[in-house]
């Protein structure tokens, strides 16, 4: 049994036509390892699970703001229920995530003050078709953290710069095999491990740009439905402990609980995309005032106004969630999905409610994001909480404030797309896993269970779990 809604394709065209003219006249008038890995492909089999203990699953991952389309372009279409007029505001904010920001002074001021230090000259230079980022030297959206900062550096490698000044450094990195033994079975296992050429004693953590999906949706969870799923204690004793960081917001007096980022330590969409315009293009607002480096000048103008900020914003949260592919094989993989526990931590499903009025100051006044006045069931198979992973897993960046082997739960929803190439699969926040079945095996820490029970599958079972898992 599935639940699927169609979209009204005619209605989805001209919206999109809509766009690209929008889009026009926006833009002219604004400025490889050879290790074997464990695979996931595997021969059909028919599975040893019951469909008496089936349930049924939804392709509709986003509710109503899902559309069907799963191609190369699908993350970047807007979600269906815009209005015409949010849908131009909707094409600003397009415009300038993809447009190269350059550097200033220049005529173009409304996208010029890149750099001087920064990783990325625009927002799809790591999100390429609003996709994760891919690993070095074929692809961009790997950084580096600095896990202990020297005072030169800021927290993040720059390794760009403008014209006349040299960058921080280079990413470097070795590739490190490892054998894994669970069970009496052995597994072989492979990981980069980055550094900054010439400067290998500097410790770092490796950070790859994840995919751009239901970002605006995650964002409308409300708090206290994620911290019932809390339990830092284990009060329940089923070994699974998600505890919920707690940060201070950057545009209000008190705590928010952070949900994005590998930390999860950004309480908002709109904290977060300021975040990646500082600290990967070393563009300056009101809510990050003075550059990243600490031996980069800073100056009073602000690269970006808080009206651009906030267009840049609204168009990452009405992004569309590309729809799910559920079929019976797949029904069955949801089951091995749960008898493994694995829903324990990438929880199907949440309610999300009516958007609040998310109001900032620009120059023009108050401005807010898109409102929606839906309620809504959304699938992005994640608590957003904090988990232990394990010691192979662990960093000891400073700034997140969390312990190194804890990591916010990875959404699931798209993870089909992202593992459509087994040649540019990268998963986990390093990207060292290169299939599904790998990024399963390093889980460790709470997930330990979970693993073992993975390893102990029939063949059957482990077809249908990676056939619903690619499915998403």
């Not at 203990?53 to 269906?80: A, K, W």
């Not at 109001?359 to 023009?364: G, M, V, W």
């Not at 988990?387 to 916010?408: F, I, K, V």
Request: one cysteine or more; hydrophobic letters at 35%; charged letters at 20%.
């Amino acid at each position: 049994m599935f639940l699927n809604r169609t979209n009204n394709n005619g209605q989805i065209k001209r919206r999109c036509n809509l766009l690209i003219l929008s889009f026009i006249a926006l833009t002219g008038t604004a400025c490889a390892e050879k290790t074997p890995r464990m695979e996931d492909a595997s021969p059909t089999v028919t599975p040893s699970i019951k469909s008496s203990t089936l349930h049924p699953l939804s392709n509709d991952q986003g509710g109503r703001y899902t559309i069907s389309n799963r191609g190369r372009q699908s993350l970047e279409r807007p979600q269906p229920l815009l209005t015409l007029e949010q849908q131009l505001e909707w094409a600003v904010g397009k415009s300038f995530a993809k447009q190269a920001w350059i550097t200033s002074p220049a005529t173009t001021t409304a996208r010029d003050g890149l750099g001087p230090l920064f990783n990325a000259n625009s927002c799809t230079s790591c999100h390429k078709h609003n996709g994760q980022g891919q690993l070095p030297p074929n692809g961009n959206g790997l950084i580096l953290r600095l896990e202990s900062t020297p005072q030169k550096f800021g927290e993040q490698l720059q390794d760009r710069a403008v014209f006349g000044v040299e960058p921080e450094g280079q990413i470097d990195w070795q590739t490190k095999n490892s054998r894994l033994s669970i069970a009496n079975k052995q597994y072989q296992l492979s990981q980069r491990q980055f550094f900054i050429a010439g400067m290998p004693h500097i410790p770092v953590s490796a950070r790859l740009a994840p995919a751009l999906i239901g970002m605006g949706l995650l964002d409308r969870i409300s708090d206290a439905d994620i911290l019932a799923n809390s339990d830092p204690n284990d009060r329940n004793k089923d070994g699974i402990s998600g505890q919920a960081n707690l940060r201070q917001s950057k545009t209000s007096n008190h705590k928010r609980l952070g949900r994005f980022g590998w930390k999860a330590s950004q309480t908002s969409l709109h904290q977060q995309v300021a975040l990646a315009f500082f600290e990967d293009m070393g563009i300056t607002s009101s809510l990050h005032p003075k550059q990243p480096s600490q031996e980069t000048k800073n100056t009073a103008e602000l690269d970006i106004s808080d009206k651009l900020l906030l267009a840049v914003t609204n168009y990452i949260a009405n992004l569309a969630v590309p729809a799910a592919s559920h079929d019976d094989l797949s029904q069955q993989g949801s089951v091995v999905f749960n008898k493994l526990g694995c829903a324990g931590c990438h929880i199907p499903t949440f309610n999300i409610g009516p958007s609040k009025a998310n109001f900032i100051e620009t120059e023009h006044g108050q401005a807010s994001l898109t409102q929606h006045d839906v309620n809504e069931a959304i699938y992005p198979f994640s608590d957003l909480l904090l988990h232990d992973m394990g010691a192979a897993l662990a960093d000891s960046h400073p700034s997140d404030h969390t312990p190194g082997n804890e990591w916010r739960t990875a959404p699931l929803w798209g993870l089909g797309m992202r593992t459509e190439n087994p040649d540019n699969t990268r998963l986990l926040h390093d990207g060292r896993a290169r299939s599904i079945s790998e990024a399963i095996l390093w889980h460790a820490g709470e997930a330990e269970q979970s693993r073992l029970r993975f390893t102990q599958l029939s063949q059957a079972d482990l077809t249908a779990l990676l056939h619903f898992l690619k499915a998403l």
